[in-house]
C-alpha cells in the first residue's frame, strides 16, 4: 500500500546473489544503499533519453520541419558574419 505522506510504494523482489554481487563489486560507496532505486531511475533516464532521441530523428525527417528550419536558417543567415567568435 503507497505511504501517503512519502508518496511511496514498497515492493519485495527477489535478486539472484550472482547479480547483487556483481552490482555491489561496481557500485560507488555512495549508491550502494539503495541500488534498486537508481537502477531505477536510471532506466527511467535511458528510456526518456531514448524516445527524445527518437522524436528527434523523426522530426528531422518530417518536410514540414525541415523547411521551417531552412526558413530560419536563410531568415538569420545574414548574422552569420555578425564579428562575434565561435568558441
Given amino acids: 500500500m503507497p505511504n501517503e505522506k512519502l508518496k511511496t510504494v ?3 523482489a527477489a535478486l539472484p546473489s550472482d547479480l547483487v554481487g556483481d552490482v555491489l563489486s561496481v557500485a560507488p560507496p555512495e549508491l ?3 541500488l534498486v532505486l537508481v537502477s531505477l531511475c536510471d532506466l527511467v533516464a ?3 533519453a531514448e524516445a ?3 522524436a528527434t530523428a523523426e522530426m528531422a525527417t518530417d518536410p514540414a520541419i525541415r523547411s521551417e528550419c531552412a526558413a530560419i536558417a536563410e531568415e538569420f543567415s545574414p548574422t552569420e558574419r555578425d ?3 565561435h568558441d
Fill in 46 to 48: 535511458r528510456q526518456r
Fill in 10 to 12: 514498497r515492493r519485495n
Fill in 32 to 34: 550502494k544503499g539503495n
Fill in 83 to 85: 564579428g562575434l567568435g
Fill in 52 to 54: 527524445f532521441e527518437q
